[in-house]
């Protein structure tokens, strides 16, 4: 972070003649004259500002905003922040809906994941970094994640503030590791392979029914399926995308990653695709019940555990390792998180003080880390060195995997990407169809929706 250069004023002495008196003495009388304007300026400067803010519903995270929104209107009582929260799921379709009725607020937290769909439409005001704190564009994006960059940072240009962002872990139950003679800190799986034998190890049957699932992949939602397959996907070799904006996933890179994912079930038999307890609000109650002994997820707060399972918590037999790989040792998950950002259409003065609450809601990331944990922000500097960040368990695991994670797809058609793949998911798994077929079908799908597209 840059702070201001002062300024700094030099006296002279000397012998004055009557002309340097004369001189002097006009230039306080414009001084006197024109004092009256600086003190106007200064009050229209505190002009009251009404600005509107959506942000979406999470128990930890959308507190802590509204917190320090409220904080920010304390130390700025001329502005106002309309402060309002969706569901998770629904942000997105009530800002489409905002933008097209006219009524989409001044400001938003945005999932990274929509942001091409904002930019393309200009429904974004490009942010000065400098009035965030940062002496150039440059100081700015080195502070923060990579994936963030990809989706926030366009043609020399920064649309979004990073709040949260986070990769995936893949989070293990210690204690069945070491009922079935696995010492979870050394045998964790680190390739798909090794995933697969593990999980088919720790699976436990009665007839054909499961009684426990050695591993669990997420099948509740699109936005998980997408979490979850996207860095198998790029691991492969694969893209969503071709530079043309053709779908590529049904290239044989994309055949090679959905055969890993539909692997758990269908070679090692360590997963039943249709046996889940997972819910919206507990994509990971499977592995909370201990139903499955491995799950992918974003880092699980404790009190999550604790309103489960408060055993597990109390004696701790749990702990995320990195993603699998496709080559030993180079796991990576997928990174996602969410950005402040302005809307375009907003006035200037609205844009000014939105940029300015946003620079002091992130002025304290010990207090968010406090408040949030185990969510890292997004930034790099200015909270991990905190000893209340240092204590908490497998901290270096979370950032690890922000850090290493690759970026969901950059694109237009986010919701039809991922609705097509979820459905195709969904058709391999629970109804034995065919992959390549499947993943031609899903090519095709999204091929129509980008042709479909309109920017504006």
Request: with cysteine; proline share 6%.
């Given at each position: ?68 929104v ?5 130390k ?62 440059k ?5 923060f ?77 699109p ?7 996207n ?28 055969t ?33 002994s ?66 002091f ?96």
């Amino acid at each position: 972070m840059t702070d201001p250069k002062s300024n700094k004023s030099e006296s002279k002495t000397g012998n004055f003649s009557r002309r340097d008196v004369l001189s002097i003495s006009a230039a306080a009388a414009l001084a006197a004259a024109t004092a009256p304007i600086s003190r106007i300026a200064s009050a229209q400067a505190k002009k009251p500002i009404s600005v509107s803010f959506w942000t979406f519903e999470n128990p930890q995270q959308r507190p802590w905003v509204h917190k320090r929104v409220k904080l920010f209107m304390e130390k700025n009582p001329n502005v106002k922040v309309d402060f309002q929260y969706f569901a998770f799921g629904d942000l997105g379709k009530k800002l489409s809906v905002g933008f097209a009725t006219g009524t989409a607020p001044d400001g938003f937290v945005s999932q990274d994941w929509f942001m091409p769909t904002w930019q393309a439409k200009g429904l974004l005001a490009p942010l000065d970094v400098q009035r965030l704190g940062y002496s150039s564009l440059k100081t700015f994006t080195d502070d923060f994640a990579p994936a963030f960059v990809a989706g926030a940072v366009q043609k020399g240009k920064a649309y979004g503030y990073p709040l949260w962002f986070y990769g995936y872990a893949n989070y293990l139950n210690t204690k069945q590791f070491k009922e079935v003679g696995l010492d979870a800190a050394k045998d964790w799986p680190k390739t798909w392979e090794q995933l697969g034998e593990v999980a088919k190890r720790l699976t436990i049957k009665e007839g054909n029914k499961f009684v426990r699932q050695g591993f669990k992949f997420a099948m509740h939602t699109p936005a998980w399926t997408m979490f979850q397959f996207n860095a198998i996907l790029r691991q492969c070799g694969g893209a969503w995308f071709d530079k043309a904006g053709k779908c590529t996933v049904n290239n044989a890179a994309g055949l090679k990653a959905m055969t890993i994912r539909a692997s758990i079930a269908k070679q090692y038999g360590a997963e039943d695709p249709a046996d889940s307890i997972a819910t919206a609000p507990l994509p990971q109650m499977d592995w909370l019940k201990e139903r499955a002994s491995m799950f992918f997820c974003h880092p699980i707060p404790p009190a999550a555990i604790e309103s489960q399972n408060p055993k597990m918590l109390s004696e701790g037999y749990f702990r995320p390792v990195q993603y699998p790989a496709v080559e030993a040792g180079k796991g990576y998950s997928t990174t996602y998180g969410f950005n402040l950002v302005v809307n375009a259409r907003a006035a200037k003065a609205k844009q000014e003080a939105l940029q300015d609450m946003y620079k002091f809601m992130m002025s304290d990331l010990a207090d968010a880390w406090k408040d949030t944990a185990p969510f890292p922000p997004a930034r790099k500097t200015g909270w991990a060195d905190s000893p209340l960040v240092k204590q908490f368990p497998y901290v270096d695991e979370i950032i690890i995997a922000r850090d290493r994670g690759v970026a969901l797809p950059q694109t237009v058609v986010y919701n039809e990407l991922a609705d097509a793949v979820h459905r195709g998911i969904q058709q391999i798994m629970l109804n034995n169809a065919d992959i390549q077929t499947t993943l031609n079908e899903i090519a095709a799908e999204v091929n129509r929706a980008t042709a479909a597209f309109k920017p504006t």
